[in-house]
């Protein structure tokens, strides 16, 4: 068995030369060394299987999974094997042997629902522990699951009843045809209706209450992953992707001294000295985390705001949009903030207002009034991409983060932010999450902050998201990179949620001959069969924080005289002021 598998190895080898070239091949030989060390535990077509998997590598997606394949193949995915006795306890007969990411590999299933949650249980396991959900998450799956053979037994008790129901009432119909009829027989015959009625009513009852329970314990559990997300605990375990400009090229340009006399300062003190930081004063008002700001400082965050709105819209064809900043349950449920991250909303007092008759939120981010724009529609594919952007406040009560980043903006419970959201295909998603995310990042070269992109690991990324980047700008205050902006591509969770579709293109069919022309190869053209809805892919991503902004410009260019150079983009929104004092 170890000689035949060492000739399957080596005829795989071969393979991977002739079809991916020397770079695929190393890492086609990578795996395939691990492989060979299990590779007594295994079968043969299990392992040829690998091979196969393993040799896909550096080739070019096909089918529905094409635009992630070819994500893949471009980004990079990191691929382990598993031992027979791991795989029998890990994956369905159905499921391939090798993981990707330490969990099973998304495949085709592209949506998570209960269908899929019941045909696919295991491969959602796995990528519900990859994200290191909670045990009653893992437990919500389970009960969908185990619920499942109990919804079909009463829809066929449901359904028989019904045929029950209508023998009888055929039966009635034909006695009462019959002037010699049996009016025991016929009584009887009502009884036996009406009974079967009422059985299949109060069987309706019983799969409305089931699916009312599998609909919430649905809304509790996240998305599944991107096969290109990485393994990992937390932040610390995201993955770096590239990293923009040298964090001394602008401090170089600035002419700050470089003889390590000059200490930058954080933000807030740098505001404070331009008489534009009323911390005091805001928190008197409102109290803490809330935060004043004034005169250049005030004009500066305007500034802005007002430069990525008219980059959006000017440079990368976005649509501004202006939104409400108050939005009903059913809203937020649609973009996933709800029912888990209640606590995290400022939630508006029924007795003063309510939208539609639903619980009213302050939006904690111009995500949920953008993408629900076109809730409960069916668009036209021709209408896809939709790119919207505002700026909007955010209202956050950041219940989980007592204790984190209490000083200065970057962490308040209200702040502005440019908000940019894609309503797309799925076939064009994986690109279109690409692009939002380079017009992100052209908002920070274009101040020439520098910052580093990287992957967010399953252990890390949001609840919604399948894939997500986070930009994260250099602050030499505090000498670290933080957070300014996180691109996102949920797929189809927050549509299928907020039953947002689209209807694909006709596909003309091959026109058939036409039997009655005397021309003989004259074609007769079918009329395009109108294709069904389906679910809509969305796409969002900071185009960016405005206060984080204010943040990195006001550290970046600070000067130790204690001014502040405005970059050179934003003079024409600050009237021409090239220095702040």
């Known amino acids: 068995m170890a000689a035949a598998a060492a000739l399957y190895a080596v005829t795989a080898l071969q393979m991977c030369k002739t079809a991916v070239g ?65 795989t029998s306890s890990s994956t369905s007969e159905s499921e391939p042997a090798n993981l990707i990411n330490n969990r ?7 949506s998570l629902d209960s269908r899929a949650i019941i045909d696919h249980t295991d491969l959602v396991l796995s990528h519900l522990r990859s994200r290191r959900a909670a045990d009653t998450t893992l437990e919500a799956v389970q009960k969908i699951a185990s619920i499942n053979s109990e919804r079909v037994s ?7 009843a019904l045929q029950t129901r209508n023998t ?5 119909g034909t006695l009462m045809r019959n002037p010699d009829r049996d009016e025991a027989e016929v009584e009887k015959a009502k009884q036996l209706s009406s009974e079967a009625a009422a059985e299949a009513a109060d069987i309706e009852l019983k799969l409305d209450e089931i699916q009312k329970e599998v609909d919430g314990l649905l809304a509790g559990i996240p998305n599944l992953l991107d096969d290109v997300t990485p393994d990992g605990n937390d932040e610390n375990d995201n993955e770096e992707v590239e990293v923009w400009g040298d964090t001394t090229s602008l ?8 003889d390590g006399s000059f200490e930058p300062l954080w933000h807030d003190d740098v505001a404070a000295a331009l008489d534009g930081w009323k911390a005091e004063n805001s928190v008197a008002i409102s109290g803490a985390r809330f935060v004043a700001l004034s005169g250049h400082v005030a004009r500066l965050e305007r500034a802005i ?19 409400p900043l108050v ?30 008759g639903e619980d009213a939120f302050l939006i904690p981010t111009a995500e949920v009034p953008l993408t629900n724009m076109h809730r409960d529609s069916i668009l036209e594919e021709s209408q896809l991409p939709i790119s919207y952007v505002a700026l909007t406040p955010c209202f956050r009560a950041e219940a989980g983060s007592y204790g984190r980043d209490t000083r200065g903006l970057i962490r308040t419970h209200q702040f502005s932010k440019v908000e940019l959201v894609k309503i797309t295909t799925s076939d064009t998603s994986v690109d279109q999450h690409e692009l939002l995310t380079t017009h992100a990042q052209k908002c920070l070269e274009a101040l020439e902050l520098s910052y580093r992109k990287v992957r967010l690991c399953s252990g890390d990324i949001g609840f919604a998201a399948r894939h997500c980047y986070d930009l994260e700008v250099w602050l030499p205050g505090s000498k670290e990179y933080r957070e300014i902006s996180s691109c996102s591509n949920t797929g189809d969770f927050q549509a299928r949620r907020m039953n ?14 036409d039997a009655n022309s005397n021309q003989g190869g004259k074609k007769k053209k079918k009329k395009a069969k109108k294709p069904k809805p389906v679910f809509c892919h969305t796409i969002n991503g900071s185009g960016l924080a405005v206060g984080r902004t204010l943040v990195a410009v006001l550290e970046n260019y600070q000067m130790p005289d204690g001014s502040v150079v405005v970059p050179e983009v934003l003079r024409p929104y600050m009237g021409g002021i090239e220095v702040l004092k």
């Open 168 to 172: 009888q009432s055929a039966a009635i």
């Open 327 to 356: 939005v009903g349950r059913s809203a937020l449920e649609g973009t996933s903030q709800l029912p888990k991250f209640e606590e995290d909303l400022f939630k508006i007092h029924p007795d003063s207002h309510q939208c539609n």
């Open 251 to 258: 401090p170089s340009k600035l002419g700050w001294p470089d």
């Open 22 to 86: 020397f770079t695929a091949t190393t890492t086609a030989a990578r795996s395939l060394s691990s492989a060979f060390r299990n590779v007594q535990n295994r079968n043969r077509l299990s392992f040829i299987a690998l091979m196969k998997n393993t040799g896909s590598g550096g080739g070019s997606g096909s089918g529905n999974g094409g635009g992630n394949r070819n994500a893949m193949n471009r980004r990079g995915i990191h691929m382990s094997t598993e031992t027979e006795e791991e």
């Open 154 to 160: 009463l829809i066929q008790a449901r359904d028989a």
């Open 104 to 110: 099973i590999p998304i495949g085709s299933l592209t």
């Open 305 to 323: 705001s007002s430069f990525f709105l008219d980059m959006h819209v000017n440079d990368n064809g976005y649509t501004e949009v202006s939104v």
């Open 500 to 513: 947002l579709r689209y209807r694909p293109e006709a596909k003309e069919e091959e026109p058939a001959p």
